[in-house]
C-alpha cells in the first residue's frame, strides 16, 4: 500500500513564508510525476505545481515567482516552498503522486490527505 503522508501547513500572516512536505511511502517501484494541488472552500481542486522526475517543473499562474517546487528522488518527496502568500492562497493542499507499484505495470495516481493552509491577519 503507497501512503503520502503531507506536513507544514499552518496560519501564516500575509507576505509570510511557509514549506510543504510530502513523503512517500509503503512498497513501490518507483513514482514519477508528483504534484502539488490546493482546494478552497467551495471552489474545485486545482493544480498549483507539478515536478517530474528530471525536475521539471511546471506552475499555476497565479504562484509563477513566488511558489517553488522541489523534489528528492532518494527519500520519495517533494517540497512546496511558498513565499509572499497572499489571503487567495488558503486552502487545503494535497500532494498527489503517480505511482508504480512493480516494474512494467502502469502508474496509478495516488493523493495524501491534505494539510490547511491559512493565510491572514
Known amino acids: 500500500q503507497v501512503q503520502l503522508v503531507e506536513s507544514g501547513g499552518g496560519l501564516v500572516q500575509p507576505g509570510g513564508s511557509l514549506r510543504l512536505a510530502c513523503v512517500a511511502s509503503?512498497?513501490?517501484?518507483?513514482?514519477?510525476?508528483m504534484s502539488w494541488f490546493r482546494q478552497a472552500p467551495g471552489k474545485q481542486r486545482e493544480l498549483v505545481a507539478a515536478?517530474?522526475?528530471?525536475?521539471?517543473?511546471n506552475y499555476e499562474n497565479s504562484v509563477k515567482g513566488r511558489f517553488t517546487i522541489s523534489r528528492d528522488n532518494d527519500n520519495n518527496s517533494i517540497y512546496l516552498q511558498m513565499n509572499s502568500l497572499k489571503p487567495e492562497d488558503t486552502a487545503v493542499y494535497y500532494c498527489?503522486?503517480?505511482?508504480?507499484?512493480?516494474?512494467?505495470?502502469?502508474?496509478?495516481?495516488?493523493w495524501g490527505q491534505g494539510t490547511q493552509v491559512t493565510v491572514s491577519s
Open positions: 498527489y503522486a503517480d505511482v508504480s507499484v512493480q516494474r512494467s505495470v502502469a502508474p496509478l495516481g495516488y
Open positions: 509503503g512498497s513501490f517501484f518507483g513514482i514519477s510525476d
Open positions: 515536478i517530474n522526475r528530471d525536475a521539471t517543473t
